[in-house]
């Protein structure tokens, strides 16, 4: 059974630019979280999806946005980026809404200059 | 504010003894807690849960420790092999969805 796949593994951007990240889930996950893991902060939540709905959603600024899909896939978007973006990108999914065990992916990792 | 501290950012541990890795929280409406290995440039893979329910959980090499009073849960590993050498990390949700809270990782050295 294939694991959770993030694309791209690696990225550059400009500052002001944006960015789009993408994840598939383990098959039959209905739940995707996103995290961020910088040095200092360690693994921060972004936000949880689950049946296409936005249900909780970590302190980040509205530039993070995200959204599932139909078939559980997953994107992250970043607008306007900012040097403080540069991190590694954790998507991370769950068989069922809550009191789950989540898998993660290989992650993205995001450099902006 | 951190509602999940690992104090204790590196451990080194001979081979074939016993590692002791610690977690405390604040938050008492936790109610389920994992523990992650992760290798540099890598996602975090899962070890091992336990929920409020239990206080021990074992797979394995693995054991995990629940104390709700103290707010405090540990992961033993017994017997450590070098390739255990990475950093882990203990998380805690809510009943609240699959939001989860870190604590910064521990880094454990086997030393053959």
């Known amino acids: 059974k294939a694991g959770v796949t993030q694309t791209p593994r690696y990225l550059i951007k400009t500052r002001g630019q944006q960015v789009t990240l993408s994840c598939s889930p383990i098959?039959?996950?209905?739940?995707v979280s996103w995290y961020q893991q910088t040095p200092g902060q360690g693994l921060q939540f972004l936000f949880e999806?689950?049946?296409?709905?936005?249900?909780n959603k970590g302190n980040f600024p509205g530039r993070f946005s995200g959204r599932q899909f139909s078939n559980s896939r997953s994107e992250m978007n970043v607008s306007t980026l900012e040097l403080g973006d540069s991190a590694l990108y954790l998507c991370?999914?769950?068989?069922f809404g809550s009191g789950n065990t989540i898998y993660f992916g290989e992650g993205s990792w995001l450099t902006v200059v | 504010d951190q509602q999940v501290k690992q104090n204790s950012p590196s451990l080194s541990v001979q081979e074939g003894r016993i590692s002791i890795l610690n977690c405390d929280y604040t938050?008492?409406?936790?109610?389920?807690f994992l523990w992650y290995k992760k290798y540099p440039a890598e996602g975090p893979t899962f070890l091992i849960s336990i929920s409020s329910i239990k206080d021990k959980n074992e797979d394995g090499r693995f054991t995990v420790f629940l104390n709700k009073s103290a707010k405090h849960l540990s992961l033993h590993i017994v017997p450590s092999q070098p390739g255990d050498s990475a950093v882990y990390f203990c998380a805690a949700s809510a009943d609240t969805g699959n939001q989860f809270y870190f604590g910064t990782g521990t880094s454990l050295t086997v030393i053959p």
């Open positions: 991370a999914s769950s068989l």
């Open positions: 098959s039959g996950h209905r739940s």
């Open positions: 999806y689950f049946s296409e709905t936005q249900r």
């Open positions: 938050n008492s409406m936790f109610d389920y």
